[in-house]
């Protein structure tokens, strides 16, 4: 499994539950006891405390991040396929972008509902269907490249959404399972907070295509690779560029799928 660090996991999610609609399956209003699977900082287990009157846990595997998560939720160190409950434990098992990054999602689904009384729900991206619309003309057709292939040489399937979803549900010997679509919006614009000059700075390194070499050479050539840098790093500066003259805005958009099956 992929390991993601505090700082990743909030920038990617930051934001992401302001409107809270799609979350309606899960009948949040009802449930007594509710466990968030790989929860990492917590953000999502914020939100399900937020929003039902039972007790939420989290569990995760990394323990850099429960130390973040148990300032809001009480957790504990589990394994997505070896979860540390007896049957039953929960009426409700949820998790978000967990699935996408297993190599075997379907044993975690099925421990899922071993641990679950009632629903199971799957918060999970396509990340194949990812939107990217910049004032840096290149940005949009170089994302569009970097993705590609980065979704082409993940060993995991990060394009799972909702269709995928439901039939590794229907696998696992779930009922009924349904999808609310989510689109979760990311967008840059003046006045800039020290995370966009950042990720400016990363841009015009090249960096998070150095950190993803691994994956996106096999689906890129060598030469193809070193050719995409060369073009992200000049992105990068005319971002840098635009920010001094406030002209830079960026819109990301990622689709999310809120399935939910019953046991």
Not at 40 to 57: Q, Y
Request: aromatic content about 6%; overall charge negative.
């Amino acid at each position: 499994m992929r390991e993601f660090s505090a700082d990743y996991l909030r920038r990617t999610r930051e934001g992401m539950w302001e409107s809270r609609d799609a979350l309606a399956g899960l009948e949040l209003d009802s449930r007594e006891r509710v466990l968030d699977v790989g929860c990492g900082t917590g953000e999502l287990a914020r939100v399900l405390a937020d929003e039902t009157p039972g007790d939420v846990f989290g569990t995760d595997a990394d323990p850099r991040l429960l130390s973040v998560a148990r300032e809001f939720v009480p957790c504990v160190a589990g394994d997505a396929f070896r979860l540390p409950f007896p049957d039953d434990s929960f009426d409700l098992v949820v998790c978000q972008a967990l699935l996408i990054n297993l190599p075997e999602p379907v044993r975690a689904v099925r421990e899922f509902a071993r641990v679950s009384s009632d629903l199971v729900a799957a918060i999970e991206p396509d990340n194949a269907a990812v939107s990217v619309e910049s004032t840096v003309p290149e940005e949009r057709s170089l994302s569009r490249t970097a993705r590609e292939a980065y979704v082409s040489g993940t060993a995991t399937d990060i394009t799972l959404g909702g269709e995928g979803t439901r039939e590794l549900f229907r696998t696992a010997g779930l009922h009924d399972p349904s999808t609310h679509p989510y689109h979760h919006a990311k967008t840059v614009e003046p006045p800039y907070s020290e995370r966009d000059i950042e990720a400016a700075k990363r841009k015009a390194t090249a960096s998070a295509l150095t950190d993803r070499r691994d994956t996106l050479v096999g689906p890129l050539s060598t030469d193809e690779y070193d050719d995409l840098r060369a073009e992200w790093r000049e992105m990068g500066r005319e971002t840098i560029r635009q920010m001094g003259a406030e002209e830079y805005r960026r819109a990301e958009v990622v689709p999310f799928y809120v399935t939910t099956a019953r046991v």
